[in-house]
């Protein structure tokens, strides 16, 4: 009698799928985990609000020796201005483009960016996942930072009866409007950081697009250049940061609220989309 044994089957396992929330998880680690982001956040935060300080009791210290008419132009726009000055923004803009370029660059350099796509080959599920950590983060720093700065400054020169209430026309949106600037130029620099897969190139990218374009183009000479010029971030930011836009700044062709929100909108989900579509079509 003869025995015949059946050859044993090897069990066949199939792997699920990454979830987008433990994607959400893996980039938040990996985001924490850069020396950049524990120590440049507090850095810009405290630099931030010691500008706001200064400015605002620089203000303080000369009220009783502004003229009547002085003291009248600054309520309308020297609170704001005290609050979000413009030495401290433009240090935050460009530390939230470099901590952008970063979370995708450095992945690059490092070659983790052939791990995560041997783990994990879904690459826009992963691109989405860090957008979304890089987001959530910079928009709650942003908001952190902006309250901070606006409370401080206000408080300082609220003994001058000078100081602004949050629940004045167009205060509340100047405030949402700097916090949102953050997590703006940081999804700018991380898309330009996919783009050119080299830090300094993604910082001089995202350093021009945010900082040297509003300072060096004439948005007076065509209505062609104003309408281009109020589509950069800084610039709609500009604009929704000015309570009196017509009395202080009168300009031709002016923007609008609505136009500079759509703005930072569309800057965001650019770059977001830029950084989805290179990143699945180029080879880590």
């Keep these: 009698m003869t025995t015949v044994i059946e050859p044993t089957r090897r069990p066949t396992t199939t792997d699920a799928p990454a979830r ?3 994607l959400v998880a893996a980039e938040w680690i990996k985001l924490w985990s850069l020396r950049s982001t524990r120590w440049t956040l507090p ?5 931030v609000i010691a500008v706001s300080v200064n400015a605002s009791l620089a203000d303080h210290r000369n009220w009783p020796a502004y003229p009547e008419g002085r003291r009248e132009m600054f309520r309308l726009y020297g609170p704001v201005r005290d609050a979000f000055p413009e030495a401290g923004y433009l240090l935050l803009v460009l530390a939230s483009a470099t ?5 995708v660059v450095g992945e690059y350099h490092s070659g983790l960016i052939r791990a995560t796509f041997a783990a994990v080959p879904a690459r826009r599920a ?3 996942a860090k957008a979304t950590v890089l987001t ?5 720093f942003g908001a952190v930072t902006a309250a901070t700065s606006f409370w401080v400054s206000q408080a300082i020169l609220a003994d001058r009866n000078a100081g602004w209430s949050i629940g004045e026309p167009g205060v509340l949106r100047a405030v949402v409007a700097s916090a949102v600037l953050v997590p703006v130029c940081a999804l700018v620099g991380m898309g330009m950081g996919a783009l050119t897969r080299h830090a300094a190139a993604a910082v001089f990218a995202a350093t021009t697009v945010l900082l040297l374009l509003p300072m060096v183009v004439d948005r007076d000479e065509h209505r062609w250049i104003a309408e281009l010029y109020d589509t950069l971030p800084v610039v709609a ?3 929704l940061i000015e309570v009196h836009p017509d009395i202080l700044n009168p300009v031709p062709y002016p923007p609008t609220v609505a136009g500079s929100w759509l703005t930072l909108a569309a ?3 650019a770059a977001v989309l830029a950084a989805v579509t290179v990143v699945h079509r180029r080879d880590p």
Excluded: C, P
Excluded at 136 to 140: F, K, P, S, T
């Design 136 to 140: 959530g983060v910079m928009l709650a």
């Design 126 to 128: 992963v691109v989405a």
């Design 267 to 269: 800057w965001s989900l």
């Design 99 to 103: 901590l952008g370029a970063l979370t």
């Design 20 to 22: 987008f929330r433990d």
């Design 43 to 47: 850095l810009v935060f405290l630099f």
């Design 237 to 239: 930011w500009l604009r």
